[in-house]
């Protein structure tokens, strides 16, 4: 079993920047993937940016790059998505994910979730 547990969301407004962090634990030797996703209110389930553990390798969400990155320090277990020029629409819970298969933005790639971290951003 893997465990991740995010932090970091909060309220800001716009144009402010915000920095989440996702800490891993648990059996995660074969976690070759982890991710950010988010559930704005009233809207599907996206994914924002995902990260090869291995190589670095990223991939962004075309609403999102440009603003925001994600990065990785493996020797804590941990992922990051600094979130710089945030925008109302930016509003949502965000998630991070962990899994062994693919490369992907789909949330049916990945395996193991968070309980997610609300960031709201006022206009």
């Known amino acids: 079993q893997v465990q991740l547990v995010e932090s970091g969301g909060g309220s800001v407004q716009a144009g402010g920047s915000l920095r989440l962090s996702c800490a891993a634990s648990?059996?995660?030797?074969?976690?070759?993937?982890m991710a950010w996703f988010r559930h704005p209110p009233g809207k599907a389930r996206e994914g924002v940016a995902t990260?090869?553990?291995?190589?670095?390798?990223?991939l962004y969400a075309t609403s999102v790059q440009g603003r925001f990155t994600i990065s990785q320090d493996n020797a804590k277990n941990t992922v990051y998505l600094q979130m710089n020029s945030l925008k109302p629409e930016d509003t949502a819970m965000y998630y991070c994910?962990?899994?062994?298969?693919?490369?992907?933005?789909?949330?049916?790639?990945?395996?193991?979730w968070g309980q997610g971290t609300q960031v709201t951003v006022s206009s």
């Open positions: 994910a962990a899994g062994g298969r693919i490369y992907s933005l789909n949330p049916a790639d990945f395996d193991y």
């Open positions: 648990g059996v995660t030797y074969n976690v070759r993937y």
């Open positions: 990260i090869g553990i291995c190589r670095g390798t990223t």
